[in-house]
């Protein structure tokens, strides 16, 4: 299935939805859209969402961002959900200021994405495309 | 189902403030025990993490290059594999606040994005 690009941002970026879920509990809520991006280390969910599904803390860590700023977060651990695919145990930074979901790299890392950015869509592929070079 | 019987003020408390924001009472209750439950692992997991830190540096060295699980104050589980670790620590303490740390400095992650600024 194809996922158009987020027009809200400028120029139209890659999202993926993805549902949250307590680890080993089914996911209760909607899909939620999260920025796929490839510079994070990891994946940032707002904490209210991650109060919402009953995430568990499991530690502390210091992001830095590359303009130099640092931020003490804390890590929670949630499953994903992304269309028919479950990630078990993932560490999440919880996110106090945004209201967006950042997709890192320990995620996109386990998966095979397509990004056309000609047609602005995205692909979570199953296998890697054969694809013949011109 | 079952009961609860609640005196006064707690109980007429409850019905106004569910009342104000248009929730049923037990609604209210599970969103407040969320809430609550949410906040205390938060402070359980940094009070493991000052335990941690204020800990003797020989006593830290013996987990040198490992995860270490602290649970009220104690190291309960340590191991190469921070994955292996978290397995184990899951299986056995279900959803309970477990810090899993590096035994030595603070987890470290970079946003390479400007993001991470409030507008």
Not at chain 1, 6 to 16: H, K, Q, V, Y
Not at chain 1, 104 to 122: K, M, P, W
């Amino acid at each position: 299935m194809s996922i158009p690009y987020d027009t809200r941002f400028s120029p139209p970026a890659p999202i993926l939805y993805i549902r949250l879920a307590s680890p080993g509990d089914v996911p209760q809520g909607e899909s939620l859209a999260g920025i796929t991006d490839t510079g994070s280390d990891g994946t940032l969910v707002p904490i209210r969402l991650l109060e919402a599904v009953e995430a568990i803390d499991v530690g502390e860590a210091t992001l830095y961002g590359v303009l130099g700023e640092t931020r003490n977060v804390h890590l929670y651990e949630v499953d994903i959900h992304i269309g028919d695919l479950t990630l078990p145990n993932v560490i999440v930074v919880g996110d106090e200021h945004g209201d967006e979901i950042v997709i890192g790299r320990n995620i996109l890392n386990g998966l095979i994405l397509l990004l056309d950015g000609q047609r602005r869509l995205t692909d979570l592929l199953e296998r890697r495309p054969n694809l013949r070079r011109p | 189902m079952n009961e609860i019987k609640l005196s006064d003020p707690l109980a007429s408390q409850l019905r106004r403030e569910a009342e104000s924001y248009g929730l049923a009472v037990e609604q209210l209750i599970e969103t407040a025990v969320r809430h609550y439950r949410f906040l205390s692992q938060r402070e359980k997991i940094n009070a493991e993490s000052a335990w941690w830190e204020a800990l003797a540096p020989e006593k830290r060295a013996r987990y040198t290059g490992e995860y270490v699980a602290i649970h009220l104050h104690a190291v309960v589980d340590h191991d190469k594999s921070e994955e292996a670790l978290r397995k184990r620590i899951r299986a056995k303490y279900g959803k309970t606040a477990v810090l899993i740390a590096p035994s030595h400095g603070r987890r470290e992650l970079r946003i390479v994005s400007t993001r991470l600024t409030p507008s």
